[in-house]
């Protein structure tokens, strides 16, 4: 019961983190249109806006991850897992999902040193890179913790396989 109550909660959160995530495409699609307009038309480019727009896609894409993981849309490769048994395609995800989870841990665990020792400004707006950097652990976290309950459900669709 309270594990079910806990994917809902994960589930729920990577949804409306992915939303905010998606809502920044709007303001990049605008800024990248008006920098090509003002270039093309009047000579002129918009000041600091491919600075804007390396945060906002690395926001949009940190923010994003885990609810794609959530919904089966990273892409995958299953050639060969295709012609396995369904009990030994179980196993190929679990063991997938643990090197995931530990290749994951690593990255969240550098974001966070990497954002908590970064000190730098973006050359032409002077916006800070540490909000950026820490974002890498936040969007890790969450994708981590779809991971997880990757992870859990398989093996629990092991468990009901054998019983």
Known sequence: ?????????IHRLNFYVCVVGMSLIIPLMLLT???????????????GSFE???YILATFILLGAAYTQQVKGHVGVDFVTSRLSPRVR?????ITTILSLF?????????????IRERTV??????PQYPF??????GGFLLWLEL???LVNSIGKLKRREG
């Open 52 to 54: 804007l727009s390396e």
């Open 148 to 150: 997880l309950i990757d």
């Open 103 to 115: 290749i994951i841990a690593i990255v969240i665990w550098q974001g966070w040193l990497e954002g």
């Open 33 to 47: 249109t008006g920098d090509i307009i003002g270039r093309k038309f009047l000579s002129k480019t918009i000041p």
């Open 90 to 94: 179980i196993v190929c995800e679990i």
């Open 1 to 9: 019961m309270w594990w079910t109550q806990t994917q809902k909660v």
């Open 133 to 138: 950097r820490l974002l890498v652990a936040v």
């Open 122 to 127: 973006s050359d032409m707006l002077r916006i």
